[in-house]
């Protein structure tokens, strides 16, 4: 089995210890077609309602407010985006009623319907499927989400799994972590044993381990198999079981710019921009903004990034020179890949090469002692 | 594809300030066994041992001449210092002062040149045989210092180890090349796995050529200071191997097979430096096919 490589990371960058809560933003924009069909009755919306739908996918309100209008504006990739512009009333007022204690669930028929119909989710991930996999593990350096989400709602996720484990006949649950991560496997541990059917797994922390196909050497990870996300399994817990829509994600804010790097909770649609100036000290105000990843992320302009689901962390750090100097054929950048691409080869022939494998790791590039980006010459199937 | 905003990071000053440190060890050593023990025995006077130092010294003159002055650079690159004790230890012992110089002058003089042009083939390589041509065709002197050519001498085996027997100024020591070798591993872009292909393969066809043919005394032939120094110093050195592991094996095999047929059937101990700089010569020329042939594909990926 290929060796895999363990991102050092700099110790003196550590998050906060508890969540910092930013859900107070005056506008939340989401991002829209403006071919998408509004759904709403009035301008006035509540919290949960839903807005409309894009590529079938539901958006349902944040907060509860007016809906304004449909503003373009630039995304993080610095594109042109649409986005519904909704003015934040701070009411909260609910369109579920939710429930708000932590409930044991009764797996009733009518439960297994509800579940089995639940709109927005493609349950067919689970049929005929012996084990699930929770993927508790992070694999960029210094994202904190799923330990805080490990930390407060263990039980609920634990839950969740059980449920899905039922209503889906599937008997094998396996829980994997980090062995660097004490903090979730402590809390996990806590609540494992009312669960037979669970089982856990640490596993050492290399890069890039949550990719399925470098999970699937450490536990077999098959067509038998189903793995989920920490937060995926989450926030099933909370609009099925708690029925409460997803109204906010946790983000980490790291980076060597920053005083202290902090775990925030914030509404979908708010731009970062005020997160970042509510909640955010700096030691340098020379900085890069970094979306998802420093081994696969991208560069964006702190104003243009509105949250969505679909980030993770953003790092500010600090802006270094780093200077492309020619290749030493040191072979290293051959070496690391842990899905065997030749990324060398794809540098000596100066063009961009489709290599179906490539992960887009970004291991590559990092190894590399010329500094050359190896992402310009090989890419995967996103490419 | 995304970017990347981190690398991996080695303490290089730490790495480079270890090899330094290990290539200033082998040269004192050099001035020891070639000069110091001979004047505590009384056969040198001590300016004439004291002369062995010369060779470091100018090296390393060499590169901070180049490496601060004429390129203006505030700090003295310890890269540089590291070529110029480098240049002073693979020399024969009665090599001239004056024309080590001169070679010492063309190496700082040609390498940035050279490394814009001829990356893959190293310089280094490329002095070392062209003293070894100097040596044999133009001052006609072999390793053997001034006592080792005037009194009759029988080294032992370890004396081969240890580093009393014949060879370069810094080079004899194969114990010293070792501990280098321990020192140069702490560099991650080492390849470290080069010099066991190349003594590998040396030792193991030495070992049967002895054995089978010569009947020599075994241990003594296999502890061969050049062919250590040049396969643990020179030929892993970053630019001048290939990148690619099946590659490195074949040059690898090459260099060690070719040292060994140089070495028992031509008497060359130390044709490995020709050998490798013919491997490299070799390599460079197949990098380009490679290159070209990459490049071909590439546009039949685009069809
Ligand atoms: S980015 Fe692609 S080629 Fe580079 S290490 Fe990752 S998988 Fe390999
Ligand atoms: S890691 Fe960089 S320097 Fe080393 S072979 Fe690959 S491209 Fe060349």
Partial sequence: MKKLLTISKDASIKVASTIYDYLAADHIYLPIDPTDKLLIHSKNVTKGELLYRHKKKGYYSPVSGKVLKIEEKKNKEGKKQYYLNIKNDYQENDSYAGISEFTTVKISTDFVKKVREYPDYSWYKFRRKEKIILNGMEDEPYVANKTFLHKYYAREILQMLDILGDVFKIPEIVLCFKENDRESIETVEAFIGTYPNMSLKILPDVYPIEEREILSRYLPVNDESVVLSSEEVFDLYREIVKERRKDAVLITLTGDAVTTPKVVRVKIGTPLQEVVSATMNFKSQDYQVIVNGLLKGTVSNIQDIIITEDIRVVYFMVKKVTHESACIHCGKCNEVCPVRCKPYLAYLSQGKRCDEQCLECGLCSFICPSHIPLYKYIGGKHE | ?303
Wanted: net charge positive; charged share 10%; aromatic share 22%.
């Fill in chain 2, 1 to 303: 594809m995304s970017k990347v905003f981190v690398y991996f990071e080695q303490n290089t000053k730490k790495i480079q300030w270890a090899i330094f440190g290990s290539f200033l060890v082998l040269a004192f050593y050099g001035a020891y066994k070639n000069g110091f023990t001979y004047y505590f025995q009384g056969l040198l006077s001590f300016v004439d041992a004291m002369k062995f130092l010369l060779f470091p010294f100018i090296g390393l003159l060499g590169a901070f001449f180049y490496g601060v002055i004429l390129s203006k650079k505030l700090q003295f690159s310890l890269e540089y210092a590291i070529e110029g004790v480098l240049l002073a230890l693979f020399m024969p012992v009665r090599f001239p002062i004056w024309c080590f110089i001169v070679l010492v002058i063309l190496y700082f003089g040609l390498k940035n040149l050279w490394q814009k042009k001829l990356s893959t083939i190293s310089l280094l390589c490329f002095m070392k045989v062209l003293s070894m041509v100097l040596s044999k065709f133009v001052f006609f002197i072999d390793y053997q210092n001034v006592i080792e050519t005037s009194y009759p001498y029988l080294y032992g085996i370890t004396d081969a180890f240890f580093g009393r027997g014949v060879g370069a100024y810094g080079t004899t020591s194969i114990f010293l090349i070792l501990v280098c070798y321990v020192a140069f591993c702490s560099d991650y872009y080492y390849k470290r796995e080069l010099p066991v292909y190349i003594l590998g393969s040396f030792l193991l066809l030495e070992t049967a050529y002895v054995l089978f043919v010569t009947h020599e005394n075994l241990l003594l032939t296999l502890l061969n200071s050049h062919i250590f120094f040049a396969s643990i110093v020179l030929a892993p050195m970053k630019n001048h191997s290939p990148a690619e592991s099946k590659y490195l094996l074949i040059f690898g095999l090459f260099v060690g097979i070719g040292s060994f047929l140089l070495n028992a059937f031509f008497d060359f101990s130390d044709g490995i430096y020709i050998v490798l700089l013919f491997a490299q010569i070799l390599w460079t020329l197949a990098l380009s096919f490679q290159k070209l042939y990459y490049q071909k594909t590439l546009v039949k990926q685009k069809d």
